[in-house]
């Protein structure tokens, strides 16, 4: 295996030593408007594609690129990978979907940690079943931006990605839209089944124990429909301007100080003047002929040219062009999921395969909408169904393929921050469901319904179900994030005219924990 | 009446880079073309330009004298694709300096202080 590796290894850093100059934008800009200008100087110089193209200063990531042979700087970064990953953010849905067992939301929020979260809730809301539910759910875009943030790919730019050695941003936003969860009954995972050896009538009995190993709760994956950004909107632009500072002040350093130094080498270099004056003749001369293939061919040999002015201290500006690609890469991955997590109008479709012990496995459809009211407060709205996967299995309880349907409305208004408590957001929800069919248990002597006790049941009875009854809930909910710690707590306390098995009215109190690992992986890297 | 303040920079020729009187005050601003830009990070003579906790869409320095690089670090709402210009604004005058790319968010040229 490992001599497997070693040959990848020296394969991949065999690979050709540059990509096509084109393949940079800064290169292929300035090579199109040369061609359109004919070389002609224009005024102002700084303004003249000729002069663009010749000053390290207004195109530092493409000149970095050309020095560093980007491809074996970045296979050559593998070794960083075990480091750190990425930061962390407030809106996102961490805990089980909402109607799932053991859920403490009313209502679904759109979107996902960026890389992986864990929720423990206790205390379901519309099933009489409690559940203790542990979520896990992570962002497809998760482990390709890792990828970037830690120097094992580069993020690509524009044409750039037909690079195979780089991770675009277009894909990455994609990928963003995109999460999976997986949720876990802790409850289950407790449960063993004890099975008599062999008949006996003593007081003692031998039996064998078989753990239950079926525990996975729910299933979900969540796609973002629909997601208007109004970039040119005067209230985008305030909260993009406010946040800059906060998401982008580290990156933006280091590209600075980073991208600086390289700047500062290449242009102190003592034949560096002689070589901008040199190539930039011969590239309005190329640039006259407006043939393509001419001025790309000047503009290689102006590189080339730049390399050997380099000569006295190569290597060490080669390590600084490594280092100010990473940083650049890092840039751009921050000044994406700045642009992603501001408020926007979101709309998310979510898919649930709910597996509750005791209970016939469901599908959960549910159309999710984000939607910013204010700066500090939101609106969310959800509306859905739950379908039998297997009515005909059941279908001496009466039920049809509809279990049931929902809607769901909730406001959330940041109440701001104090030391001790972190942020603090209050939620009021409503939620409605109408009720098709009713819910259905599973009688199992050997795997019991937790926290169920059935009394005076036919002992042929296998399956059991209740009237049905619309439900209709309200919460009051109030989220603590102790600083600095990754946790989300929500407490909240519902009142709900009933629940699918039991017809009374009831009053209940929840509470959650959520470690957001994204906030985990950012303390690595600090 | 207010007596028009004429733009102090000159472009050098065949370069990126301008000169100006030093010494003197100047202001740069940035202008959207695609999305929007701002100025998150700015060092002119080893001076921090953009305070601390801010983006900014104008930069007001003094020309230092000699030749100093100006470096920029840019953020565009359109990301890779956003585009603008730096200007000096010297209301009514106004000229382009530089144009800023979302793929090139640094930038770096001289200003010689003479």
Redesign the interface.
């Known amino acids: 295996m490992r001599r497997l590796v070693a040959a990848l290894f020296l394969l991949l850093a065999a690979a050709p030593a540059h990509a096509q100059i084109e393949e940079c934008?800064?290169f292929k800009?300035n090579i199109d408007a040369l061609i359109a200008s004919g070389g002609a100087p224009v005024?102002?110089?700084?303004?003249d594609p000729a002069?663009?193209i010749l000053?390290?200063?207004?195109?530092?990531?493409?000149y970095a690129v050309y020095v560093a042979n980007a491809d074996r700087a970045n296979r050559l970064a593998f070794a960083d990978f075990v480091k750190k990953f990425e930061g962390s953010r407030t809106d996102e849905q961490s805990g089980t979907t909402s109607g799932t067992s053991g859920t403490t939301s009313v209502v679904s929020q759109g979107p996902a940690a960026r890389v992986l979260s864990i929720a423990a809730e206790y205390g379901a809301i519309t099933e009489a079943v409690n559940g203790q539910v542990v979520t896990v759910r992570g962002n497809l875009a998760g482990v390709p931006s890792a990828l970037v943030k830690h120097d094992i790919f580069p993020y690509c730019?524009?044409a750039e990605t037909r690079n195979d050695f780089c991770v675009g941003?277009s894909m990455l936003s994609l990928l963003r839209h995109v999460s999976i969860g997986v949720s876990f009954d802790m409850s289950r995972e407790t449960q063993t089944t004890a099975i008599a050896s062999f008949p006996t009538s003593g007081v003692a009995q031998p039996v064998t124990f078989t753990p239950n190993r079926n525990d996975i709760e729910a299933i979900s994956a969540r796609v973002e429909l629909w997601n208007r950004r109004q970039?040119?909107s005067k209230a985008?632009?305030e909260q993009?301007?406010a946040r800059?500072?906060a998401a982008?002040?580290r990156t933006?350093?280091d590209?600075?100080l980073i991208?600086?130094k390289f700047?500062?080498d290449v242009t102190s270099q003592p034949g560096y003047d002689q070589w901008?004056?040199t190539h930039?003749a011969r590239l309005r001369a190329a640039a006259m002929t407006r043939d393509r293939q001419q001025v790309i061919a000047a503009l290689n040999d102006a590189l080339r040219d730049f390399l050997a002015t380099l000569a006295t201290d190569r290597d060490a500006v080669q390590a600084e062009a490594e280092a100010a690609i990473a940083a650049?890469s890092r840039?751009?991955l921050a000044?994406?999921e700045l642009?992603d997590s501001l408020s926007t109008t979101v709309v998310t479709l979510e898919y649930a395969n709910d597996r509750p012990a005791g209970q016939p496995v469901t599908t959960d459809l549910r159309l999710i909408a984000d939607i910013p009211i204010a700066e500090r407060t939101k609106l969310v709205l959800n509306g859905g169904v739950t379908l039998y996967d297997n009515p005909k299995a059941i279908a001496s309880a009466g039920v049809a393929r509809l279990r049931d349907a929902q809607i769901a409305a909730e406001l959330d208004q940041s109440l701001g921050q104090s030391a001790i408590t972190g942020p603090l957001v209050f939620t009021l929800a409503g939620y409605f469901q109408y009720q098709h069919s009713p819910a259905v248990l599973n009688v199992d002597a050997t795997n019991p319904v937790p926290g169920v006790a059935f009394v005076g049941l036919s002992p042929n009875a296998s399956t059991v179900f209740t009237t049905t009854g619309n439900i209709v809930l309200g919460q009051a909910r109030l989220t603590f994030t102790p600083p600095s710690s990754g946790v989300k707590i929500p407490v909240s306390v519902t009142f709900a005219n009933r629940s699918e098995l039991i017809d009374k009215a009831t009053w209940r109190a929840q509470v959650g924990v959520t470690y957001d690992f994204d906030s985990l992986f950012a303390a690595f890297t600090k | 009446m207010i007596a028009a303040m004429p733009c102090k920079l000159k472009p050098i020729p065949d370069t990126s880079d301008f000169e100006g009187p030093a010494n003197e005050p100047i202001a740069l601003v940035t202008k959207d073309h695609i999305g929007s830009v701002l100025i998150a990070k700015a060092e002119y003579a080893g001076a921090q330009l953009v305070p601390t906790g801010t983006a900014v869409s104008e930069l007001s320095f003094n020309i230092a004298p000699g030749p100093k690089t100006l470096k920029l670090v840019c953020v565009f709402t359109a990301s890779t694709s956003g585009v603008g210009e730096l200007r000096e604004d010297a209301a009514p005058d106004s000229q382009f300096l530089i144009s800023l790319n979302g793929d090139e968010p640094f930038q770096a040229f001289r200003l010689v202080g003479k």
């Open positions: 934008t800064f800009r005024n102002p110089p700084s303004n002069v663009i000053s390290p200063g207004r195109g530092a990531r493409c730019v524009g941003g970039i040119t985008f632009l993009w301007k800059i500072p982008m002040d933006a350093t590209l600075l991208a600086g700047y500062d901008h004056a930039l650049y840039f751009f000044q994406d642009l």
